[in-house]
């Protein structure tokens, strides 16, 4: 009997505090949203902030760190011409694969080259190591983006916890990948 009366309670006193947050809001849907344009009659009137990526050029930019372990490093340097990216044409190899980052490297210090899990084929079970670039990995702008310059809608307050500095630098994808692999057994 007590529980019976606890969960009345409880239902009542959730459906009062509902009822009292949908009276006591007067916020339209216009002050809700990021935008601040009416979205019934927006026409031509709304126009989102122009995207303004680095212009520098190869070999020239600043390295972006990282956001957060393994994550995907920022593209900081112009890729005007370079896209759209194709398995039959990645302009991105030229510098970044393995094979042409180290002599590379001495005209470009900052130079990031490809790491050793995009030569991994993680499909198979025994995520055997692959001489060329592996063929799921070929679309580099599907994770890397260049960085924008332009100002946010909304505060970051985010701040990155690396474990070490070599975190904020590289990738260690392709040693920590299977962690806790065994366990999921």
């Not at 989102?48 to 050029?57: F, I, M, N, S």
């Not at 190591?129 to 063929?135: I, Q, S, V």
């Not at 909304?154 to 630098?169: C, H, R, W, Y």
Request: glycine content about 6%; hydrophobic content about 30%.
């Amino acid at each position: 009997m007590m529980k019976k009366s606890l969960i009345i309670t409880c239902a009542l006193f959730a459906l009062i505090s509902i009822g009292y947050a949908e009276t006591k809001s007067n916020e339209t849907e216009k002050e809700l949203g990021l935008r601040k344009t009416d979205l019934y009659s927006e026409g031509n009137e709304t126009v989102g902030d122009q995207t303004k990526y680095g212009k520098d050029a190869t070999g020239t930019s600043t390295k972006i760190e990282r956001a957060f372990t393994n994550a995907p490093p920022m593209i900081p340097h112009d890729v005007e011409g370079m896209l759209p990216i194709t398995i039959k044409n990645n302009q991105c190899l030229s510098c970044h694969d393995k094979a042409n980052a180290e002599g590379m490297k001495a005209g470009m210090p900052n130079l990031t080259a490809i790491p050793a899990s995009h030569y991994k084929d993680l499909r198979s079970a025994d995520q055997k190591d692959l001489p060329t670039l592996a063929g799921a990995r070929f679309n580099c702008s599907q994770c890397h983006a260049p960085q924008s310059e332009t100002k946010p809608l909304v505060k970051n307050e985010f701040t990155p916890d690396f474990q070490s500095d070599a975190e904020k630098k590289g990738s260690n994808l392709a040693e920590t990948i299977n962690i806790g692999k065994d366990t999921l057994k």
